[in-house]
């Protein structure tokens, strides 16, 4: 029987989270220009805005996705069984796992010998995993595990000593500039053993327009996403954003591929942050929000190539805008 935590540990472990968020905004907005840690969108709201940004028709990136996953699952199932041994599925960023379903759903057809791990940031996510797949694949062995993903990926070796399979699905690769992408995969790389495989979800470069109208739905859906990091300050942080004084801005670099997303302060002004820290705003200053790079198919093999990889395998979505890239640990 496994230990339960007592009250006190629960709240010292809620305080530490607390606390490392309100240590990254300071950081953050202490630095020039000012930024904010995208990780930080995902409370329960951002949960659902990100779900309503999935079904908003600018929004491409998921359809691409899902077709692959949902008309390519046994070829993808296939290339991962590998020699058929027992292995575990590790999903970084597992939101709702609505693409994995799909492969979850065939590797159990197939018999396989898995069990599915999730990983996730957000605490409301992997419970409402642990839940309900449950339910909705019978059958099916996981584990849900909250928290950063390499601290999570070292509790999932300490698990199993089983072969790795690591889903990064959602271009969450394209979150950071290129060569902090090749870091994390070789920091990725770094917690797999030779024989066990990635599978990379990456958006690819394609006509600029498409690109920008993702970021800018005309229902406002990332609007509301990007400000409601600022909502969350002010609930866990006791901070004093007016956010109806912030607009959201994203831009598009055809020739770099990256994708960025601002807030931009409407007026002058200043934010207090838990009565200690106050940050002055001057009319037109922006925010750092996040970045979405896109890539070329050249430039995937590279980055798995620089990581520690070698590219095994490669599945677009038919319109070739998406591409989920198969990698096994050199």
Same mark, same amino acid.
């Given at each position: ?10 709240? *010292?472990?809620? /305080? ?71 292995? *575990? !599925? ?46 909705? !694949? ?14 999570? !990926? ?9 072969? /790795? ?33 990635? !599978? ?44 109806? /004084? ?85």
């Amino acid at each position: 029987m496994g230990s339960t935590l007592t009250q006190t540990e629960l709240n *010292d472990s809620l /305080k530490t989270k607390i606390d490392l968020f309100y240590d990254d905004v300071i950081a953050g907005l202490r630095s020039t220009p000012k930024r904010l840690n995208s990780k930080y969108f995902y409370d329960a709201n951002g949960d659902k805005l990100f779900q309503e940004l999935m079904n908003s028709p600018e929004y491409y990136p998921t359809n691409c996705e899902l077709e692959i996953f949902s008309e390519k699952t046994a070829e993808i199932a296939n290339a991962i069984i590998a020699d058929g041994d027992a292995f *575990d !599925l590790i999903e970084l960023g597992a939101g709702d796992a609505m693409k994995s379903t799909y492969l979850l759903k065939y590797l159990l057809s197939k018999n396989a010998d898995f069990t599915y791990l999730p990983i996730d940031i957000s605490e409301n996510v992997i419970s409402y995993l642990n839940i309900t797949l449950p339910v909705t !694949l019978p059958g099916l062995q996981i584990t849900g595990l909250n928290g950063e993903y390499f601290h999570m !990926l070292t509790k999932a070796a300490s698990i199993s000593s089983r072969r /790795k399979v690591v889903l990064f699905l959602g271009s969450n690769i394209g979150n950071m500039p290129i060569n902090d992408a090749i870091e994390f995969c070789r920091e990725l790389r770094k917690h797999l053993s030779q024989g066990d495989m990635a !599978l990379i979800g990456m958006d690819l470069k394609k006509d600029p327009k498409v690109v920008l109208a993702a970021y800018n739905d005309k229902a406002g859906i990332t609007k509301k996403f990007n400000l409601n990091l600022l909502t969350r300050i002010n609930r866990e942080l006791n901070a004093n954003f007016d956010i109806t /004084k912030f607009d959201h801005y994203p831009t598009y670099d055809p020739e770099t591929g990256a994708c960025k997303s601002y807030l931009i302060s409407t007026v002058d002004q200043q934010v207090t942050i838990n009565g200690k820290e106050t940050f002055t705003f001057l009319k037109d200053e922006y925010i750092y929000m996040e970045i979405s790079q896109k890539f070329t198919v050249t430039q995937t093999d590279q980055i798995a190539t620089n990581a520690g990889f070698t590219p095994v395998g490669q599945f677009f979505d038919s319109k070739k805008w998406f591409i989920d890239a198969i990698w096994v640990a050199a």
